[in-house]
């Protein structure tokens, strides 16, 4: 069974940056994308980033600019660089790998930006 563990959450001051991993238990053949999502108190979940298995990437629209999502493929990561943040950005950050015949989660890490 896979697991995916973020880490790298915690409290940042407005304008600074933090960077996420979220590290796979082992390697997860046939990905096809691998994302990260943000849920904040009272909001649906809300897409972030994606990296596919080419390596093309995408942004959420309230992030573009801002955050940069990478992977190591040799050590079964996936990062998130947040940069320029805002209390808007406080949320449960959560990653997110697809396969070909199922999607995996990690159980999140608390990302809070005081102002």
Partial sequence: QVQLVESGGGLVQAGGSLRLSCTASKRILSIRSMNWYRQAPGNQREFIATITSTG?????????????????????????????LSSEDTAVYYCNVVTLIRSYWGQGTQVTVST
């Fill in 56 to 84: 093309s990437t995408n942004y959420g629209d309230s992030v573009k600019g801002r955050f940069t999502i990478s992977r190591d493929n040799a050590e079964n990561t996936l990062y998130l660089q947040m940069t320029r």
